[in-house]
């Protein structure tokens, strides 16, 4: 069964990391296309594949992109949310470009990639937006006032558009991943004494690892999910119970 046989998937952040699993995921259920934004010209190789340098901060960039997918194909099916950068520091010593730096990508870089992205789903009346957030959005941690905030304020996002976009009926569904820790790239700057506590409070005594979070976005995706609206599911192996 190929599930997204068809569809049109766009993919924030999609170079590296959580992004780059995603996309390599997805280009397996058949897709019609998945657009990959980055700032970086790389990332997963596919025939389904279009690697787009866009800078998601940019307001008329991220405008002009939307207006691209709808020449091309007239539709987008499904949009991951996941560009985000950390600038981690104590709150009385982060400095005003961490958080502002923070805040511009995580969360209006979100904003707007949305707001360029949805007006096709209200065309078609279905679609499945997802954020990538964070366990940090929801419970906080120390040195990250900025990201926290910002990965907060996704799940603000979500739950407002999960009952604004289909206020004219319809189906467009919006949802949040919030892991915790992944092993990723990002998660071996982590020093040890940081991380190994981490490990030893998940009842599943590991990371997690990139291909559990897209699998989930891939059911999230798909039809498979077409009841779940405005959830937050936490993929962190049971790490906050």
Known sequence: MNRLEGKVVIITGGARGIGYEI??????????VIYSLDLAETGYQHETMRLVKLNITDRKATAAFGKQVKEEFGRADVLINNAAITRDAMLYKMPEESWDAVIDVNLKGTFNVTQAIAPLMLE?????????????????????????ASKAGLIGMVYTW??????????????????DIVETEMAKSIPAKILEPFIERTPLKR?????????????????????????VICVNGGLRL
Request: charged share 20%; hydrophobic share 30%.
């Open 124 to 148: 078609q009346k279905k679609g499945s937006i997802i954020c990538i957030s964070s366990g940090s959005g929801v419970y906080g941690n120390i040195g990250q006032t900025n990201y926290a």
């Open 23 to 32: 996309c390599r995921r997805f280009s397996e259920e058949n897709p019609s």
């Open 162 to 179: 999960a009952k604004e976009l289909n206020l004219k009926g319809g189906e467009i569904r919006s949802n949040i991943l919030a892991p």
């Open 207 to 231: 990371m997690c690892k990139p291909i559990e979070v897209a699998n989930t976005a891939l059911f999230l995706a798909s039809d498979e999910s077409s009841f779940i609206n405005g959830q």
